[in-house]
């Protein structure tokens, strides 16, 4: 069997950074594992048209990799190449097993190990075992009746189907989160008709993208000049969190009223201006930026379907709709999400005595500093639960989790000991103290179902507080809080 100090699984941005940081405490004994065919993780899967990041790119990448981006929201194929980037530049690849999808991870007492069982039946063993899975990997299409039946094609966003060509098409959206935001104007031009189902409208902002000049990209060269930018732009998101959580009348004046202008100015008809206009309080579920969807909506081919005009099933030529309409279809495009809180981890992971991860998360997922959990000795995951954020960058957070599974296995390596664990009574005042605080939040209280929640009803996607007060809590590594053995 195949012995490594560390495993990784996933080679997103979570997997690249877990393994840059285990280099910097001596650890060159890891093996990442990946599924697909490549590496990169989300941007590297999420290729539909229109695919670009949402947070300013010199803040959504690594502190320690700048990059001479070409514009401030970077496009899915700069994300790609700046991918590309970090893996040739740490070596990564050649640490890279690919087509190496995991089905279950077991703790063995014996060994002091965690035995990975891959599909096909091999069995690798791993000192301390990382999840870097990434909580947007498992898409999730409901069960519409007659989902089956259609005689057309279809596929889910994360996987668009480059080889079929939409363009002249009759299409079908279901869905108008984040993803169709982007898709909808894309293609909108393209095809004959464009019907979108949505449930429930998102708040939208404008976008303040710009193309940077060849000079700015040479600044953005140094260090220091990039390193300031990132500060300004950290900074300039962090303050959102006041209205996310301590003012509601910020929360109004400052984003909902802006968004209801955005509506007025992008859109003259009464109707369509009602059926994008949410009931809940702005950033309840995720805000969109773009410029371009509610011209999109405007087009003369493009119809909106709002919920009371939803779908009663799908047949074999297309939808038919809640008001009894039959829409005759070439394409159905599913933008209808990922199982990113109950189904965090997607695989079985069975730690000491037997139990799953599966059981202790069967109320609702929950681990210390959103990373550890007690009776999974040697794991930890990446974006784990209350690890979400929704007004700045998620590389800050997972840099801020390195700090912290760094911190944890030095204690390991200093001590001589073989296993670090989260005592149980740490990992339950924890989740409690996050409970209690996402009560003030605007995630919780603000008036909308958003797949921020769980089954259970609580939140488990988002962290309730400031990014920086995340890092302060992983940097301050509490040996207290640990069994080291």
């Given at each position: 069997m195949q012995q490594h100090t560390a495993i990784i699984i996933g080679s997103g941005f979570g997997g690249q950074a877990a393994?840059?940081?285990?280099?910097?405490?001596?650890?060159?004994?890891?093996?990442?594992?990946?599924?697909?065919?490549?590496?990169?993780?989300?941007?590297?899967?999420?290729?539909?048209?229109?695919?670009?990041?949402?947070?300013?790119?010199?803040?959504?990448?690594?502190?320690?990799?700048?990059?001479?981006?070409?514009?401030?929201?970077?496009?899915?194929?700069?994300?790609?190449?700046?991918?590309?980037?970090?893996?040739?530049?740490?070596?990564?690849?050649?640490?890279?097993?690919?087509?190496?999808?995991?089905?279950?991870?077991?703790?063995?007492?014996?060994?002091?190990t965690w035995q990975v069982q891959l599909e096909g039946g091999e069995t690798l063993a791993a000192r301390f075992l990382i999840n870097a899975s990434g909580p947007l990997s498992t898409p999730v299409i409901?069960?519409?009746?007659?989902?089956?039946?259609?005689?057309?094609?279809?596929?889910?966003?994360?996987?668009?189907?480059?080889?079929?060509?939409?363009?002249?098409?009759?299409?079908?959206?279901?869905?108008?989160?984040?993803?169709?935001?982007?898709?909808?104007?894309?293609?909108a031009p393209e095809v004959q008709t464009l019907h979108v189902f949505q449930r429930t409208p998102h708040w939208v902002l404008p976008r303040p993208d710009r193309a940077f000049s060849k000079f700015e990209r040479a600044l953005l060269g140094n260090k220091l000049i990039y390193k300031a930018l990132?500060?300004?732009?950290?900074?300039g998101l962090e303050s959102r969190m006041i209205g996310f959580k301590y003012s509601k009348k910020m929360l109004n004046v400052v984003a909902q009223q802006a968004?209801?202008?955005?509506?007025?100015?992008?859109?003259?008809?009464?109707?369509?201006?009602?059926?994008?206009?949410?009931?809940?309080?702005?950033?309840?579920?995720?805000?969109?930026l773009s410029s371009t969807l509610y011209p999109a909506l405007c087009r003369p081919n493009v119809k909106l379907h709002p919920k009371d005009d939803g779908i009663a099933e799908i047949n074999a030529r297309g939808i038919l709709t809640t008001q009894g309409q039959q829409i005759d279809l070439d394409l159905i495009v599913y933008s209808t999400g990922y199982d990113a809180t109950d189904?965090?981890?997607?695989?079985?992971?069975?730690?000491?005595?037997?139990?799953?991860?599966?059981?202790?998360?069967?109320?609702?997922?929950?681990?210390?500093?959103?990373?550890?959990?007690?009776?999974?000795?040697?794991?930890?995951?990446?974006?784990?639960?209350?690890?979400?954020?929704g007004h700045t960058s998620a590389i800050f957070v997972i840099e801020a989790q390195m700090e912290y599974i760094r911190r944890a296995i030095q204690a390991v390596q200093q001590k001589g000991a073989k296993t670090i664990e989260v005592k149980p009574q740490a990992e339950a005042d924890y989740t409690t103290m996050i409970h209690r605080e996402m009560k003030q939040t605007v995630w919780q209280s603000g008036g909308c179902t958003?797949?921020?929640?769980?089954?259970?009803?609580?939140?488990?996607?988002?962290?309730?507080?400031?990014?920086?007060?995340?890092?302060?809590?992983?940097?301050?590594?509490?040996?207290?809080?640990?069994?080291?053995?």
């Amino acid at each position: 069997m195949q012995q490594h100090t560390a495993i990784i699984i996933g080679s997103g941005f979570g997997g690249q950074a877990a393994a840059i940081n285990l280099r910097r405490i001596g650890i060159d004994d890891f093996l990442i594992l990946e599924r697909r065919a490549w590496m990169g993780g989300t941007w590297s899967q999420n290729s539909y048209p229109g695919a670009a990041v949402d947070v300013q790119s010199p803040l959504y990448s690594l502190s320690f990799e700048p990059y001479r981006w070409s514009q401030m929201f970077a496009e899915q194929d700069e994300l790609v190449e700046y991918t590309n980037h970090v893996l040739a530049k740490h070596g990564l690849r050649e640490k890279t097993r690919l087509h190496a999808n995991v089905t279950k991870v077991q703790w063995d007492g014996a060994s002091q190990t965690w035995q990975v069982q891959l599909e096909g039946g091999e069995t690798l063993a791993a000192r301390f075992l990382i999840n870097a899975s990434g909580p947007l990997s498992t898409p999730v299409i409901p069960n519409f009746k007659g989902r089956d039946t259609f005689e057309g094609h279809t596929f889910h966003t994360n996987n668009w189907q480059h080889d079929h060509d939409h363009k002249g098409k009759r299409v079908a959206i279901i869905g108008s989160g984040a993803s169709a935001a982007q898709i909808i104007p894309a293609i909108a031009p393209e095809v004959q008709t464009l019907h979108v189902f949505q449930r429930t409208p998102h708040w939208v902002l404008p976008r303040p993208d710009r193309a940077f000049s060849k000079f700015e990209r040479a600044l953005l060269g140094n260090k220091l000049i990039y390193k300031a930018l990132r500060t300004a732009i950290y900074w300039g998101l962090e303050s959102r969190m006041i209205g996310f959580k301590y003012s509601k009348k910020m929360l109004n004046v400052v984003a909902q009223q802006a968004a209801l202008k955005h509506i007025a100015k992008q859109i003259s008809d009464p109707a369509l201006r009602k059926a994008v206009t949410p009931d809940y309080t702005i950033g309840c579920k995720r805000i969109i930026l773009s410029s371009t969807l509610y011209p999109a909506l405007c087009r003369p081919n493009v119809k909106l379907h709002p919920k009371d005009d939803g779908i009663a099933e799908i047949n074999a030529r297309g939808i038919l709709t809640t008001q009894g309409q039959q829409i005759d279809l070439d394409l159905i495009v599913y933008s209808t999400g990922y199982d990113a809180t109950d189904g965090v981890i997607s695989y079985p992971v069975v730690g000491k005595g037997g139990r799953s991860v599966q059981d202790v998360w069967a109320e609702f997922p929950r681990a210390y500093l959103g990373t550890s959990l007690p009776g999974f000795p040697n794991f930890f995951v990446v974006t784990g639960p209350n690890t979400g954020i929704g007004h700045t960058s998620a590389i800050f957070v997972i840099e801020a989790q390195m700090e912290y599974i760094r911190r944890a296995i030095q204690a390991v390596q200093q001590k001589g000991a073989k296993t670090i664990e989260v005592k149980p009574q740490a990992e339950a005042d924890y989740t409690t103290m996050i409970h209690r605080e996402m009560k003030q939040t605007v995630w919780q209280s603000g008036g909308c179902t958003s797949w921020y929640k769980s089954k259970s009803g609580h939140v488990i996607a988002m962290f309730p507080g400031f990014s920086f007060t995340f890092r302060q809590m992983a940097k301050a590594f509490k040996p207290g809080d640990h069994v080291i053995v």
